[in-house]
Every structure is written in structure tokens, then in C-alpha cells.
């Protein structure tokens, strides 16, 4: 199993083998892609490893045996300049990202701003021949980790085997007023009406079943901070369930009471596990629940 804790120093790697020795700069200029001032940069912003360990010298004598690593992301991230989108895992088949608040996960209009057309953008700058395909959706103002497919293979198999692939999803969400509970699952029909807005009912009204489990993380200075895990993915299912519990996610207009601390919808998709599409080896994805939402409980 691959576990990442996602950061700006972790992601995947290429791996060469040292067979003669010189300085770290020599041999990545020899043996990596790229101008020298990207490779100069991607060293001094941690992305190399000389025998698993981060190295920054330029200088630094390399011995035959050694095996110098080069971060993928860090050198995929110099390709892909978005303020709405980071690259957090990518191999042939599949590319793994985190999505920022305002951007939507696909396109809903011919102008409108989306994560698969700035996917699309960067696979023909890195001169990949391929697509992203969609297979799950995050709202435009909700944080957190997606996966893309690369292949049509890989997309077919996350669209139809999703739940049996997807072994753990997890939210956290600042809510407003401090939770009564420790946990619980909350569960029942949602369904639009006209306008389209969710609503739930206890008995089932022709909607779609909805199962939420839910741990209180934290409760100060009239907030909580709460984990999500989603036994169904529904449209809307957190943000309806959290209102159904009289604590709504902060900053949310449609489901909310109008409290926002954070100047946004304080709703992050943080864990993501799921078996490779075409590997089937587990991968673990977890990202650092967003700053603004912790500050709260500082004041």
C-alpha cells in the first residue's frame, strides 16, 4: 500500500542509478529532462533525494550505487501553473489532484473555468497524447482531492467499480455551533424539488437513500470542527445533513444561517483511498485540513 501525506517535499518519484562519480547538478543534467534553471530549481525546492534522503547541494559528490530520486510532481507543478489546482500524484493511467475553492470539476458552460480543461491544457504542454476523464465530482466551492482518469481502460473501470474501488472517502467541515455528540451517523432520502434544492426526509419520498457517519474533531469559541465519512456520495449529502443536524457548514448560502468566519464554504475533501484502477495496489491520499478553518478556534 502507498500512503501519501501530501505536501509540498512528497509525491512520486523517478529513480536513477549512479554508475559514476560527480557532482548531484552534473548527473541531473545529464539524466533529467528539463532547462537548467528548472532542474536548479526543483533541487533547491527539495525535490531531489540522493538514497531516500532530501538534498539541496548542488555540489554534492554522488558515488556509484547511489540512487538519486526526482520528485514527479515537483517537476509536473513548474508545467502546470494554476492557482486552482495542485498535481499530487500522476502516472499513465490516472492523475490524482487537489482542487482549490472556485473552480468546477468539469465544465458547465462553453467560458466557464474547470479542472478537467486545466488538466487538458497541461497533458499537450507535457506533450502527453491523452485526456482527463471525469469520474467524480466536487461543488465549485468545496476543497479537497479528485481523481482523474488518463485512459479510457482506467475511466470505465473507476465509473462502474467506484464503490468497490473506493474504500474511504473523508470530509472535514467547519460547522457553525458546537456539537452536542461525539459521533453518529445520520441517514435518509434526499431529493430536489424544483428549485433545485435538496431536502431530506426520514421516510423515503421517491430520493435517493443518503448514510453519513460523522466525528467531532473539535468544539470551541461557538464552532466544531467535524469529520465526514460518506457511506453514499449524494448531491449536496454533507451540506444537508450538517443543516438536518442544526450545525450547517460555514459559509454555506444555500444551506446555511449566514455564519462565515472563513470567507468561503468551509468544506474540504481531505482523505481519498482507493485501489489503483489498473494496479489494484491501495493508495492513501490525505491533505492538511485548510488553515482558515483552524484558525477559528485561535481567537
Avoid at 1 to 12: L, T, V
Wanted: charged share 25%; with cysteine.
Amino acid at each position: 500500500m502507498k500512503k501519501f501525506i501530501y505536501n509540498e517535499q512528497q509525491g512520486e518519484y523517478d529513480h536513477y542509478k549512479v554508475t559514476e562519480a560527480q557532482p548531484l547538478l552534473e548527473f541531473l543534467l545529464t539524466h533529467v529532462s528539463g532547462s537548467r534553471t528548472k532542474i536548479k530549481a526543483t533541487l533547491k525546492g527539495g525535490g531531489i533525494q540522493v538514497n531516500k534522503r532530501m538534498e539541496k547541494q548542488f555540489d554534492f559528490p554522488l558515488e556509484p550505487g547511489m540512487t538519486v530520486s526526482v520528485s514527479k510532481t515537483k517537476r509536473n507543478q513548474e508545467i502546470l501553473k494554476s492557482r486552482y489546482l495542485k498535481i499530487v500524484f500522476e502516472d499513465e493511467h490516472i492523475v490524482v489532484v487537489e482542487k482549490k475553492v472556485g473552480i468546477l470539476s468539469m465544465a458547465a458552460g462553453h467560458s466557464s473555468l474547470n479542472v478537467k480543461s486545466v488538466l487538458d491544457d497541461y497533458f499537450y504542454k507535457s506533450r502527453q497524447r491523452c485526456h482527463a476523464h471525469v469520474v467524480h465530482r466536487l461543488d465549485r466551492d468545496t476543497s479537497g482531492l479528485m481523481i482523474y482518469a488518463k485512459t479510457m481502460q482506467a475511466e470505465q473501470i473507476l465509473e462502474h467499480e467506484w464503490h468497490d474501488i473506493v474504500y474511504d472517502r473523508r470530509y472535514v467541515a467547519l460547522v457553525s455551533g458546537e456539537m452536542e455528540e461525539e459521533g453518529g451517523t445520520i441517514a435518509n432520502w434526499l431529493k430536489d424539488n424544483k428549485a433545485y434544492i435538496t431536502y431530506s426526509s426520514p421516510v423515503d419520498n421517491g430520493g435517493k437513500y443518503a448514510v453519513t457517519h460523522f466525528h467531532t474533531l473539535k468544539r470551541m469559541n461557538g464552532y466544531s470542527l467535524v469529520e465526514y465519512k460518506l457511506e453514499t456520495g449524494r448531491k449536496n449529502q454533507i451540506r444537508v445533513h450538517s443543516a438536518d443536524m442544526g450545525h450547517p457548514v460555514c459559509g454555506d448560502t444555500k444551506y446555511g444561517n449566514g455564519d462565515d468566519p472563513c470567507g468561503r464554504l468551509a468544506l474540504h475533501a481531505y482523505m481519498l483511498c482507493f485501489e489503483h484502477p489498473i494496479t489494484r495496489e491501495r493508495m492513501e491520499f490525505v491533505t492538511p485540513i485548510p488553515a482558515s478553518f483552524k484558525k477559528v478556534f485561535e481567537r
